[in-house]
Nanobody
Framework: QVQLVESGGGLVHPGGSLRLSCAASERTYSPAAMGWFRQAPGKEHEFVAIINWSDGSTYYTNSVKGRFIISRDNAKNTIYLQMNSLKPEDTAVYYC?????????WGQGTQVTVSS
């Protein structure tokens, strides 16, 4: 069983930045992909960003394009989400996701609150 440990959430004003981190306990095998989802109050689970491990290619949901950057540390099976120009609409619990050896894993979630 793989554990994904998230960190980096917090409270920030609109226009501010946060950097989320997600570390997979599995270090022997590389993920096929890792990414981020979020769930805002009263809303459904939403895809945010993903990074393919084989080539580093990325994909973002339209609402975060140009503001968020997903990146990886191959040696540590860790991903990051640099969130810039944050908006109140970005307020949500952010969940890390990983596909490793044919299975899908989820982090515990980290709260991001964007408020003035």
């Amino acid at each position: 069983q793989v554990q994904l440990v998230e960190s980096g959430g917090g409270l920030v004003h609109p226009g501010g930045s946060l950097r989320l981190s997600c570390a997979a306990s599995e270090r022997t095998y590389s993920p096929a992909a890792m990414g981020w989802f979020r769930q805002a109050p009263g809303k459904e689970h939403e895809f945010v960003a993903i990074i393919n491990w084989s080539d580093g290619s990325t994909y973002y949901t339209n609402s975060v394009k140009g503001r968020f950057i997903i990146s990886r540390d191959n040696a540590k099976n860790t991903i990051y989400l640099q969130m810039n120009s944050l908006k109140p609409e970005d307020t949500a619990v952010y969940y890390c996701n990983a596909q490793i050896r044919g299975a899908t894993y989820w982090g515990q979630g980290t709260q991001v609150t964007v408020s003035s």
